[in-house]
């Protein structure tokens, strides 16, 4: 069966810091990939999605980018974290034919 | 416009009610509709996938009008565990871009 691990759940960073939020797969090949930020009681954002390794698409000019090292991995990062960075961290995998599927998310709180 | 609109919430109803959510997609080629459920602090999953045909799953039921580029979910008999917030999704760009509504908020109160 599919899994998908996202880590970590909670995460406190002060401003300016980097970050790297990690998302890995099991259990399928060749996955559409996703990021997306949930800001507190609103929709899920859309940042970034791979139909590929090493394929970005970005939906949002923003303060953080995506890379794509290998089939089932998807990272998200930022060199230098704004306060307007804080929110829910959900990563998605999708295969056809079946719905997308998200990691347990990473709460991020900038400070 | 937004890509995916849904109905403004919160929608508070009683036990029993029978709810109806809305949702319009600006894109004609989208390819693939679905509604989520998340719960407070939780990651969303899916309630059900939105056929052309329309479908039922239970006490749900999901329509799909391509022309008008609409989607709906009616929830009868709503039970309290029913309570949670509703997204509208779209798949497009030959099945890349997943878009998500912003949610619509249900209440069920005793």
């Known amino acids: 069966s599919q899994t998908i691990h996202q880590w970590p759940a909670t995460l406190v960073q002060p401003v300016g810091s980097p970050l790297s939020l990690e998302c890995t797969v099991e259990?399928?090949?060749?996955?559409?990939l996703y990021w997306y930020r949930q800001a507190a009681g609103r929709g899920l954002q859309l940042l970034f999605y791979?139909?590929?390794?090493?394929?970005i698409s970005s939906e949002v000019p923003q303060n953080l980018s995506a890379s794509r090292p290998q089939d089932r991995q998807f990272i998200l990062s930022s060199k230098k974290l704004l306060l307007s960075d804080s929110g829910f961290y959900l990563c998605?995998?999708?295969?056809?034919?079946?719905?997308?599927?998200f990691g347990q998310g990473t709460r991020l709180t900038v400070v | 416009r937004k890509e995916v609109e849904q109905d403004p919430g919160p929608f508070n109803v009683p036990e029993g009610a029978t709810v109806a959510f809305n949702c319009t997609y600006s894109n004609s080629a989208s390819q693939s509709f679905f509604w989520y459920r998340q719960d407070c602090r939780k990651e969303p999953k899916l309630l059900m996938s939105v056929y052309s045909s329309g479908n039922e799953d239970g006490r749900f039921t999901a329509q799909l009008n391509r022309a008008s580029q609409y989607i709906s979910l009616l929830i009868r008999d709503s039970k309290l565990s029913d309570s949670a917030t509703y997204l509208c999704v779209v798949l497009y760009n030959q099945g890349g871009k997943l878009i998500f509504g912003q949610g619509t908020e249900l209440s069920v109160k005793p």
């Open positions: 259990g399928t090949s060749n996955p559409n």
């Open positions: 998605a995998w999708k295969a056809q034919p079946v719905e997308a599927f």
């Open positions: 791979s139909v590929g390794i090493g394929q």
